[in-house]
């Protein structure tokens, strides 16, 4: 028998607020592309990782976010 929640709408949660929404950020430093036309949210209570290898633009993300550089477009 079918689980009747999984039916009914009303007993989905609402998905939680966006608390930090990044659209179509691009970032370029001597002519390198770090971010291309990112989109980004995080979500109240979300916790989120940021991995990849040297020079791929995890600090240039986190500076976008709290505001320390401005985006290209």
Request: glycine share 10%.
């Amino acid at each position: 028998m079918p689980d009747a929640r999984a039916q009914d709408p009303s007993s989905v949660p609402p998905r939680a607020a966006v608390k930090i929404r990044l659209r179509g950020i691009t970032k370029s430093f001597d002519g390198k592309v770090v971010l291309d036309h990112l989109d980004f949210d995080v979500r109240e209570g979300d916790s989120m990782v940021v991995l990849g290898g040297s020079g791929t633009g995890k600090s240039v993300l986190l500076k976008h976010m709290i505001g320390l550089i401005k985006p290209d477009r």
